[in-house]
């Protein structure tokens, strides 16, 4: 059974900081991965989508890696600012039968300004 | 993208009665997928909602408690019956576009049952 963790729970970081984002699962055999922001008590926002087949994705001050045989990703936010305060979400997807995801729990990010 | 509109935003709701939540996309997708997250928790899926069939629900939830409505591409309700306050929890709906694999969530619907 897949088991996605996230390290570490909670980052407490002064504006403008670099700051990475750890993402763990058991099982390598994923089709992709796919990181979300999700702000207090509110939706998902898609943030960066990588493929099983890719190393890493960037979108603008953010930018993931994915490490299958290892199980792990990470997601690196440069100069950090406070609008990036929320909890960050990663979740793999088994298989493109459906929407099979399985969520880490989040680390709760707070950029102090 | 998709842009997803999901009402109410949020709701207080007395124990035993039901509540219908709906989820409105701007395009035709062939899957809808609505999710729970509890107090303090990640997501779980609750079921997969296509249009024409049937609701595919996720182990541990029933038709019964949460009946799914799909009545075409680009609409779908989720109602949560006879609540209790274990019943407190984010109420998410999501898509896919047809052929992608990215997933796109609504804002969530935030249930407090008392």
């Known amino acids: 059974k897949q088991e996605v963790t996230q390290i570490p729970a909670a980052l407490s970081v002064p504006e403008g900081e670099n700051l990475v984002l750890n993402c763990s699962f058991t099982d390598s055999a994923i089709y992709n991965l796919q990181w979300f922001r999700q702000d207090p008590g509110k939706g998902l926002t898609s943030l960066l989508l990588i493929q099983s087949s890719q190393r890493e994705q960037t979108s603008g001050r953010l930018n993931a890696s994915l490490d299958k045989s290892s199980g792990r990703s990470t997601l690196y936010i440069a100069a950090s600012q406070p609008g990036d305060s929320a909890t960050y979400l990663c979740a793999v997807l088994r298989d493109n039968y459906g929407q099979n995801f399985v969520f880490g729990p989040g680390t709760r990010l707070s950029v102090l300004p | 993208s998709a842009v997803i509109s999901q009402k109410p935003s949020r709701d207080i709701c007395q124990r035993g009665t039901s509540l219908t939540i709906q989820c409105q996309v701007d395009s035709q997708v062939t899957m809808m997928f609505w999710y729970r997250q509890q107090p303090g928790q990640s997501l779980t899926l609750i079921a997969t909602?296509?249009?024409?069939?049937?609701?595919?629900?996720e182990s541990g939830f029933v038709i019964d408690k949460f009946p799914i409505s799909r009545p075409n591409l680009t609409f779908s309700t989720l109602t949560v019956s006879n609540m209790s306050p274990e019943d407190s929890s984010i109420y998410l709906c999501?898509?896919?576009?047809?052929?992608?694999?990215?997933?796109?969530f609504g804002q969530g619907t935030r249930l407090t049952v008392v």
């Open positions: 999501s898509v896919e576009r047809d052929g992608f694999t990215e997933a796109f």
């Open positions: 909602a296509n249009q024409g069939s049937e609701a595919t629900y």
